[in-house]
């Protein structure tokens, strides 16, 4: 007997990491059940309108079969009974709203665990997300085929795809121009789409490198939509003298990312931004210091006004990204974020902390007067946002992490409270992070807490409408009926088309791998708050 423990000890220590984060994922992972029951829960439908209950929602097949709403003065009877589930959660004191759909992410490379940003997605209420293919197109699409099938644990996952060959194949090189010169041709944008959307290949494409050309834009933007496809654009400033966020919208773009375009369009009609003689877009310094200049020279009545009207009337969805830029407001806060120990990745770590050599790291010599530039852009890119939804814009939901010191999940929580920030309520929040972005995504049985919907909720331990702060790993503090102050909220469990996540165990993974990243590490951060005067 001694003998086994010892030979189960060595191979507990000679496990791979990445092997017994993949046990613990697989734990955390149940069902799909043949009869699942949600019971006494409140219910948030996502769409707008309010929350009621209690109701036992009945999930078979991964839908959800029928919503049984109770009185909500007397409650659940209490000879309800389990409705015959093989699994039964009590959501007693919970609030269920639909999964939240994450339009703009990404897995990042090695050495960071994939693992890592599953758990994290799905522990903060994320049941789809669509991701950047940084580890290759062919990785990207076998897994996205493994989640489908429920073999891995992560949210469904749609691949961000290329117009033309990818640039994964080269990576840091477009293909010469004899290979791209079909892609370039708008008048072959219907014949090729075949070769890029469909069964086995991208739903979502990115087209923001087309912004060189309008008129190639435009093409492919409505080739890709009549393939059943959408388009996202990341609009390079080297190239909004030709396609601004209003032309992009107006061209066909599905959904417009990040603050680029906008200040630009506000400018005036054939208006340049009054960049410095120095400036080289391919200095990051230069490109995140004048993206929040710009915002300065941007005319606001033209802003909300006609840039406003014209992005509602195009059909366009804006989905912000605030959380990803927040550092640039405030370097000192975003480094400095608690959660940062227990939660943030070391390889995360140094891909953040200022270094030429990584995109968006650049903030070796960000100044305080960059950081008001910054807060002036964050002040109009906010009006901008609350006006677009007041108006009857389509505004959906994307957070772009892990990038610039913004956390896996934890930044879609603080992306939630950004847009809140802008001007709109928790009602309105929620229905862009789900309901909204379901219907972007064209994928209209998402997003919704209702009869015949696919099964996607998050189940959360208080109410998100009161406190989108309940939404964190950690939760938030709060007084309890007794008057003491303690603390509550976290996502209990996500759901995804009938399947469980336990997601009290991709914490608890999470925590794991985090501390393991750093045994040994010397963590960068500290030495930024040193003294430099001394005695």
């Known amino acids: 007997m001694r003998h086994a423990y010892v030979l189960a000890a060595a191979l507990l220590f000679l496990t791979p990491p990445q092997t017994m984060a993949q046990t613990l994922a697989d734990e955390a992972r149940q069902g799909p059940y043949g009869r699942l029951a949600i019971v006494n829960a409140m219910v948030i439908p996502g769409h707008g309108g309010p929350a009621y209950g209690p109701a036992d929602i009945i999930i078979e097949a991964g839908k959800i079969r029928q919503i049984i709403s109770y009185n909500g003065f007397s409650g659940r009877p209490a000879d309800a009974g389990d409705h015959g589930a093989d699994r039964v959660i009590d959501a007693t004191g919970m609030y269920v709203m639909p999964g939240m759909i994450d339009l703009h992410t990404h897995i990042r490379t090695e050495p960071l665990p994939l693992q890592y940003i599953y758990d994290l997605k799905l522990a903060h209420g994320v049941t789809t997300m669509v991701n950047g293919a940084g580890r290759g197109w062919e990785a990207a699409l076998e897994q996205q085929r493994l989640s489908d099938e429920n073999r891995i644990t992560a949210p469904r996952m749609y691949p961000i795809g290329e117009w033309g060959p990818p640039r994964a194949r080269d990576p840091g090189h477009a293909p010469p121009a004899e290979v791209m010169a079909p892609w370039h041709d708008p008048h072959r944008a219907a014949d090729l789409v075949g070769q890029v959307v469909g069964p086995g290949k991208a739903h979502v494409v990115r087209i923001g490198s087309l912004a060189w050309n309008a008129e190639l834009f435009g093409a492919v933007a409505r080739a890709v939509d009549q393939a059943g496809g959408i388009t996202t654009v990341h609009l390079p400033p080297s190239d909004l003298s030709v396609v601004n966020a209003v032309r992009a919208a107006e061209l066909g773009a599905t959904m417009i990312e990040h603050h680029y375009g906008y200040a630009e369009a506000a400018l005036g009609e054939g208006a340049l931004p009054a960049l410095p003689t120095d400036y080289n877009y391919n200095d990051e310094a230069h490109r995140f210091r004048q993206a929040g200049a710009v915002w300065e020279e941007a005319d606001e009545d033209i802003l909300l006004g006609e840039v406003v009207d014209r992005l509602v009337a195009s059909g ?220």
């Open 316 to 535: 366009v969805s804006l989905i912000p990204t605030m959380s990803a830029y927040e550092v640039n407001r405030d370097f000192n806060r975003a480094v400095g974020l608690p959660w940062h120990e227990k939660y943030t990745h070391r390889q995360l770590v140094e891909w953040y902390f200022p270094d030429a050599a990584y995109h968006a790291a650049h903030h070796w010599d960000w100044t305080s007067g960059d950081e008001q530039l910054w807060a002036e852009t964050y002040r109009k890119w906010q009006a901008l946002i609350r006006e677009f939804n007041d108006r009857g814009g389509h505004l959906s939901y994307a957070v772009d992490d892990p990038y610039l010191w913004n956390t896996p999940g934890i930044g879609n929580v603080r992306e939630l409270q950004l847009m809140q920030e802008a001007g709109l309520d928790a009602m309105e929040v929620i229905r862009a992070a789900t309901y909204n972005s379901a219907l972007t995504l064209k994928r209209p049985d998402l997003g919704y807490v209702q009869t015949g919907y696919t099964a996607d909720l998050a189940i959360v331990d208080g109410n998100p409408l009161e406190n989108l702060r309940y939404l964190y790993a950690f939760g938030a503090l709060t007084v309890d009926g007794h008057g003491r102050m303690v603390r509550r909220g976290g996502v209990r469990w996500t759901i995804k088309e009938g399947v469980i996540f336990d997601n009290a165990l991709l914490v608890e993974e999470v925590l794991r791998m985090v501390a393991e990243s750093k045994e040994g590490w010397t963590d960068p951060v500290p030495a930024l708050f040193e003294p430099v005067i001394r005695r």
